[in-house]
Every structure is written in structure tokens, then in C-alpha cells.
């Protein structure tokens, strides 16, 4: 029986605790088609079964194993299922996983240039790579980080560095359906939260461009120096796309530096519709990107663009004596310059091999299914007797609700039908849907964004609609 309690692993060891690993993940991964979309019954009960002292001595490696795969994660969303259409999807692409067991094992420093040249290129590759993909011009560049919240703080820290100082008078400017880290951004980058405004939206959940113009009028009258514009290039309520080209001349003309959280619907822009859809997108000074979710890799696996790196620099770089020199070639960069890490994980490799292994072209392929997969789900939810289609899909995102006309004009009794009927879908465990509130009213959301998920998994899953709505009377 291998020893697994030595710190040092031998080749052998290792082998076999991997392939204990592997054989434990396999049958996981065989057994997701079949297993239910959403399982939290006994949550509660379970974390305390697990809570444990501090272990003194190891354990049996079968016996740990059990504990994950058989105790821990039944109860759980299924988040890497074909019928998790919940949220923003991420993905849990396995070439990914093995690029992190690699990056694990090797083990190297990438926040310093001078500590692994080689690997911080090839992680410079892949914002290089993004860049390109989001339509940002050569010479852009960005860092990868935990996801867009991150990108986000990193964002609104740059576009403050240009106020100087003297920030407390500055303004920023979003949709009433931007992501709330938008504003939690704003906050702990040291901005009054009244001083954050959620511009009113237009029927298609965009911000409206004329309030917006009103709003910064208001504030420069008012003596306050309004800074950054945030736009939203796919929101998580609706999935609604901003007017970007419309948000970036009014950029321009007002002098405030324009970000774009296009953390779900970026990478759309691999694809002929999407970069339809994104039009403008590539005039931003800075853009989120979370690979987790449109290029289906693992959770904690996002970007920050920026169309110019120095005033990410500029931003964040602070000078210590334990620190060797940093770059001054334009074309190499030190990481933790460019956001707020110095120690991190060696993201780079998560997106490196995937994208060498599969190609872009095989991305924007699987991309153009979960376009034609929201599209076709919107038509059959458009034939069925009562159901509004709230908010049709921009991407792969769409907001329906049941209106039974035996409820009248009740706006409290279609809420709490509604709740049921989310309810009532989710019982039956192929898919996995979540709500929303727009206009005060509850919806449902489907969002089609994982790589498993294919046109079989969503008529199961319109099927389960059209039931529950039948059960429901």
C-alpha cells in the first residue's frame, strides 16, 4: 500500500495517488448526465457531520476520497452538468484541469518576470490572445485574476489614480442591472456609495443613453467630477448588452474613462453574432473577462483588459527593497505591477492549453451552439399558452414568466405562482433554473452556457416547463 503521509511523494506514490484521483473523477464525470441539476436537501445537516478537529496524524487515502466524492459534493449544483442553466454557467473544461495539476506540481513564481520568463510569456500569450479576441488594438495587455469582481476593483482603482489624490468628488456612472460588484468596487476603492449612479434602463434592460448624459451634466454642474463610465456587455439578470458604441463616444466626449464588464458576454466576440451583438466593445479603456464562464474553464478564472497597461501600472505598482528590479523592456511585464496579488496562482497555463489543444476556432463553435440553443428554447417558451418571454436572448440568456389569465391582474398571486413554478421545474432535477426580479416582478432565468449542455438537455428542460405549468394548473 503506498505511503501518501511523507511530504515527499516518490514517483511511484505519485502515480497511484493520482490514479486514485482519476479513477474517483471518472466516475463522476460518468455519472453526470444522470445526476439531478440541483441537490441541497440535508445542507445544513451535512456541513456538521463534516466539521473535524485538526488532524494530527494522516489518513487512509480511499477513506479521504469517500469523504469528497461520496459525503461532500452529492449535495451540491450540479455546476458542471448538462442541465445547469443557472446563473452564469461555468465550465470545468478537463484541459484546464490538467494544466492546473501541472502548474500545481511545477510550482513556479509568475508575479515576477525574472522569476520564470518562459511561463510569464506564456501567460503574456494569453492576454495577448484575449485582447485580440474582445477587438482591443496591439499594445493592450491586462492580467489574469480570481474573476470579475477582482477585474472590477482593479478597473475602478486605475480610472480613480486619474483623479489623483483627491477622489472623494468623483463619480461613476452604471445601469440599474450592472453586477453589484460594480458598486462594491466603487466602495472599496474609497468612492461614496451616493456618489455611484445606477442609470434607469430602457425596455430592453440597456442603460438609457440620454439619462445617462443627463446624470454627468448634473454632477459637473453640481461641482462633482464624474470619472468612469461602467457598461454591461451581457448582465447577469438579463444578459442585456449595453449600446457600447453609443456608451464609448459618450466617453470620449466627456473625457471619463469607459469600462466594460463583459465578464459573461466577452467571448461571444469569437463568434460572427456575438461581435454583432458587442459592437463597440474594443473602444474601452478597460474590460472584465471571465474566461470561467464563456470559455468553460474552471471557477476562478478571469481578466482585466486594458487598452493601455501603464495606467494599470500606475495604478498599483509599489517599490520594496525584497523585490528584484522590475521590467523596463516594454515588451516583457511583472504581474504584480498590474493588479492588487503579488503571490498567485500560475492562472496562464488554465487558458494556454486549452487554447493550443482546442484552437479558437473550436471555442467560437461551441459558442455558436449556446446562441442557437437560447434562441431555439425562446421560441418554443414564445408558443406556450400564458408564458411572456420578458427578455429574449442577446446572447444565451433569456427571462420568462407564467401569466395565467385565472389570476387576473394579481401582481402578488403571478409572483407567488411563479415561485411555485420555478419550484415545480426544479423538483425534477434535469435542469436547474433561477429567478430574478425585474420591475419589482419575479422571473424565471435559463442561461445556456456550458459546454455539456446540448439541444437534447434543453428539451428535457422545456419539457419540464410545459409539465410543471400543466401541474400547476
Same mark, same amino acid.
Given at each position: ?14 502515480? !497511484? ?85 501541472? !502548474? ?78 460594480? *458598486? ?8 461614496? =456609495? ?26 459637473? =454642474? =453640481? ?118 496579488? *503579488? ?34 428554447? =425562446? ?25 395565467? !389569465? ?68
Amino acid at each position: 500500500m503506498p505511503d501518501f503521509s511523507r511530504l515527499e511523494l516518490d514517483e511511484a506514490d505519485l502515480r !497511484a495517488l493520482v490514479a486514485a484521483a482519476l479513477d474517483r473523477i471518472c466516475g463522476e464525470l460518468r455519472g453526470l448526465p444522470g445526476r439531478a441539476a440541483c441537490v441541497t436537501e440535508g445542507g445544513a445537516a451535512l456541513a456538521r457531520s463534516l466539521r473535524e478537529p485538526l488532524p494530527r496524524s494522516g489518513a487512509p487515502l480511499p477513506e479521504l476520497l469517500a469523504t469528497i466524492f461520496e459525503r461532500a459534493l452529492p449535495v451540491s449544483y450540479t455546476t458542471t452538468g448538462p442541465g445547469y442553466l443557472a446563473y452564469i454557467p461555468g465550465g470545468g473544461l478537463l484541459h484546464a484541469a490538467v494544466a492546473d495539476l501541472i !502548474a500545481d506540481a511545477i510550482n513556479r513564481f509568475v508575479g515576477l518576470w525574472r522569476a520564470a520568463p518562459g511561463l510569464v510569456q506564456l501567460e503574456s500569450n494569453v492576454i495577448m490572445w484575449l485582447c485580440e479576441i474582445v477587438g482591443l488594438p496591439a499594445g493592450s495587455g491586462g492580467v489574469l485574476t480570481s474573476g470579475g469582481s477582482l477585474a472590477n476593483f482593479s478597473a475602478t482603482v486605475a480610472a480613480r489614480h486619474r483623479l489623483g489624490e483627491r477622489f472623494v468628488d468623483g463619480t461613476i456612472y452604471t445601469s440599474t442591472q450592472a453586477h453589484h460588484s460594480v *458598486l462594491r468596487a466603487a466602495i472599496l476603492a474609497g468612492f461614496p =456609495a451616493a456618489q455611484v449612479r445606477a442609470v434607469e434602463v430602457d425596455a430592453q434592460q440597456r442603460i438609457c443613453l440620454d439619462r445617462l448624459a443627463e446624470a454627468i451634466a448634473g454632477d459637473r =454642474a =453640481a461641482g462633482l467630477r464624474p470619472c468612469m463610465l461602467v457598461a454591461s456587455a451581457g448582465t447577469t439578470n438579463t444578459g442585456a448588452v449595453d449600446d457600447l458604441e453609443g456608451m464609448a463616444g459618450l466617453a470620449e466626449r466627456e473625457g471619463l474613462w469607459l469600462h466594460v464588464d463583459a465578464a459573461y458576454g466577452g467571448c461571444f466576440a469569437l463568434t460572427e453574432r456575438g461581435r454583432a451583438t458587442l459592437r463597440g466593445l474594443g473602444r474601452a479603456d478597460s474590460i472584465t473577462l471571465d474566461p470561467h464562464k464563456g470559455l468553460f474553464l474552471p471557477y476562478g478564472t478571469g481578466a482585466l483588459l486594458v487598452r493601455d497597461p501603464a495606467a494599470l501600472r500606475r495604478a498599483h505598482s509599489v517599490h520594496a527593497e525584497y523585490l528584484p528590479p522590475m521590467q523596463e523592456d516594454p515588451d516583457f511585464v511583472d504581474f504584480c505591477e498590474l493588479s492588487p496579488e *503579488l503571490s498567485r496562482d500560475f492562472r496562464g497555463l488554465r487558458l494556454w492549453l486549452p487554447l493550443k489543444l482546442v484552437g479558437a476556432d473550436g471555442f467560437a463553435a461551441a459558442l455558436d451552439e449556446k446562441l442557437d440553443l437560447a434562441a431555439y428554447a =425562446a421560441g418554443v417558451l414564445r408558443g406556450m399558452p400564458e408564458v411572456l418571454l420578458v427578455a429574449p436572448p442577446q446572447l444565451s440568456l433569456l427571462v420568462f414568466r407564467h401569466v395565467p !389569465a385565472r389570476l387576473g391582474g394579481d401582481p402578488a398571486a403571478q409572483d407567488d405562482h411563479n415561485e411555485r413554478l420555478l419550484a415545480a421545474i426544479n423538483r425534477r432535477g434535469r435542469v436547474f433554473l433561477t429567478s430574478t426580479r425585474l420591475a419589482g416582478r419575479f422571473v424565471l432565468r435559463i442561461c445556456v452556457l456550458s459546454f455539456r449542455t446540448h439541444r437534447d438537455r434543453v428539451d428535457e428542460g422545456l419539457v419540464d416547463i410545459s409539465e410543471a405549468i400543466a401541474e400547476l394548473g
